[in-house]
């Protein structure tokens, strides 16, 4: 994307408050006439008094001053205006890109870190904020006054005009080629710079690895080391335009020289008065000054232009699960789910799931099993849509899910999962997130049943006691109950535990396992299970090995049948439960027996 088609794009975004952004520009075509008017006035000063009859001098010096005023009050009007216009699309550019980022593909986030993806979008909404204001304040007034200027400026002698148009000629070539001699370094620059805020972020979200292992020192020099690479592609950049600016001013103060000197002769031959060349030399000095802003402005935008190139790249990204045109909302359901012979690959060399067909009927347990890899986090991801099926479907009471609305789906399916993801708010904030407008009563009722009232009763603040990021002030089991709790407010009624108590220990998977029945009573669930009492417990269990729906039925059917299931038991790839032998038949029991 050139530099111009992004700065057009820039100014694209000022759309939903057009009728302000005309009137600015209407507002700046009058200060470019009054910038024009002031070297003009002041030449017919000197030319006035000048001359045997001055009479006209009072009367010229009045409309320059009152032209001057009339600038003065049109420039505030214009800052005040531009001020608050960039302040709010600043804020509106902030929500866009949230919201859009935000509700893109897991993929996407897997190749972006935060560190990297908040400084996206933090450099780009403030080099949109400073492009708007200053297009406004300074760069389409200055467009405005070289347009009106020269013209009148030819009209007036096309001799002395030449020298200005050359001077600005001189600027625009000398820019571009700065431009086009620096671009692919500046971009070299800025990336390192994401790799920098990627490092740091990683740092400060690893500080117990980084400190246990006394690495600080270690990623304190790497970097450095990144930093003494910014600086040798930065320092080539910032000599050439420094040498632009050089060459820039040299040619300004050619141009009034070669003014003064080509007015001396044009008025030595009558061709043009004294005024006349104090006009050009104030046009030339104007000129300049607003060559100088728009050089200006093009150093600014050529180092921001990476950075909004980044920005505008996540906005350009397309959401990979959609609404359909003809979606409708999905009522509350009774929770009867069908696979169709449901295929998916993030591959498509190797499909995480070939042709996966099962029923579960509402209310019941299903539980996914199988070696790592198997494909059963990505089954149930489908389930809510965090990808869609390359093939084949999947039915919630009959509805394909691909045609009701993403919100309506998800709000029908609770998930607790194995990292429950606790923001850095408060235990109540945090609650919330499972039901908005959920009353004190209802978090009450919700985090008893979640066996959670206990632990944050000891809390310092209670309910209001700040969690810290990604819930490192939580141990494991309270991250836990808290997710449960927050699934139990939401009262969805599917239900999805992606090994939700895999991480814990005996003793407090005791507790989350009598919330996790509390939680699933009467609802649709499916478990990713690596317990033998969940697994033993559930209506059906589907077993799974690289992709495919190997064996399904009860516990004991499976252990009979002496495949995958059985060998799994046997190899202890499931965590033992305390369970009375009389409970089970006596090939079951001798099944249970090997398990370490």
């Known amino acids: 994307m050139s530099i111009l088609r992004l700065y057009l794009r820039v100014l694209a975004l000022l759309a939903p408050e057009r009728k302000l952004a005309i009137t600015l520009a209407l507002a700046n075509l009058a200060l470019a006439g009054i910038y024009f008017l002031e070297p003009m006035l002041f030449g017919r000063v000197v030319d006035a008094l000048a001359s045997p009859q001055a009479g006209s001098a009072p009367r010229l010096i009045a409309l320059w001053a009152l032209a001057g005023f009339g600038g003065v009050l049109a420039g505030v009007w214009v800052s005040l205006h531009a001020d608050r216009l960039a302040h709010r699309r600043r804020l509106a550019a902030i929500a866009a890109f949230f919201e859009h980022a935000a509700a893109l593909p897991l993929a996407f986030h897997g190749e972006y870190h935060t560190g990297r993806l908040s400084r996206i979008m933090n450099n780009g909404v403030g080099n949109l904020f400073n492009l708007w204001l200053s297009f406004f304040r300074e760069h389409l007034a200055t467009l405005l006054s070289i347009f009106v200027m020269v013209p009148i400026a030819l009209a007036m002698n096309w001799k002395l005009a030449l020298l200005m148009i050359a001077l600005m000629l001189s600027f625009a070539v000398s820019n571009a080629i700065a431009v086009q001699r620096t671009h692919n370094a500046q971009g070299e620059v800025e990336e390192l710079h994401h790799e920098i805020a990627t490092r740091a972020g990683d740092v400060f979200g690893n500080v117990t690895v980084v400190q246990s292992f006394t690495r600080l020192s270690a990623e304190a020099a790497a970097l450095k080391e990144m930093m003494r690479r910014v600086l040798a592609a930065q320092y080539p950049v910032l000599r050439g335009w420094a040498i632009l600016s050089v060459l820039n001013r040299a040619a300004s103060t050619l141009t009034i020289v070669a003014i003064f000197a080509l007015g001396a002769s044009l008025h030595a031959r009558g061709e043009v008065t004294v005024g006349g060349i104090v006009s050009f030399v104030g046009f030339a000095l104007m000129l300049i000054g607003r060559l100088e802003q728009f050089a200006s402005f093009i150093s600014g935008l050529f180092f921001q232009t990476q950075s909004l190139h980044d920005y505008f790249a996540v906005l350009d990204q397309r959401p990979a699960i959609v609404d359909a045109p003809s ?227 009860r516990f004991d059917e499976l252990i009979r049948q002496g495949g995958l299931f059985a060998r799994l038991a046997e190899d202890g790839k499931f965590a033992p439960d305390a369970m009375p032998a009389g409970d089970v038949d006596a090939e079951t029991a001798e099944s249970l027996a090997k398990i370490d």
């Open 327 to 553: 979606a409708s909302v999905l009522p509350r359901v009774r929770g009867e789910v069908v696979f169709d012979r449901v295929s998916f690959g993030y591959d498509p060399v190797q499909p995480a799931l070939h042709e996966l067909s099962f029923r579960a009927v509402p209310g019941s347990t299903i539980a996914l099993v199988g070696p790592t890899g198997a494909g059963k986090s990505t089954a149930l991801s489908m389930l809510y849509r965090a990808y869609d099926p390359s093939g084949g479907r999947i039915t919630i009471d009959g509805q394909d899910i691909r045609a009701v609305t993403l919100d309506s789906l998800r709000q029908n399916i609770g998930v607790v999962f194995q990292d429950p993801g606790m923001f850095y708010r408060s235990i109540l904030d945090n609650l919330r997130v499972g039901k908005p407008d959920a009353n004190l009563a209802e978090i009450e009722q919700a985090v008893a049943a979640a066996e959670a009232a206990a632990f944050i009763a000891r809390k310092p603040e209670g309910l209001e006691t700040l969690v810290a990021e990604r819930g490192r002030s939580l141990s494991g089991g309270e991250r836990q109950r808290l997710a449960i709790a927050r699934a139990m407010l939401k009262d969805a009624p599917i239900m999805v535990l992606d090994e939700a108590t895999s991480a814990l220990d005996n003793a407090t998977e005791a507790r989350i396992q009598r919330a996790l029945d509390a939680l699933t009573r009467g609802r649709t669930t499916f478990v990713i299970a690596h317990r033998l009492s969940t697994v033993r417990n559930a209506d059906l269990i589907l077993v799974l090995e690289q992709g495919r729906l190997v064996e399904q039925g």
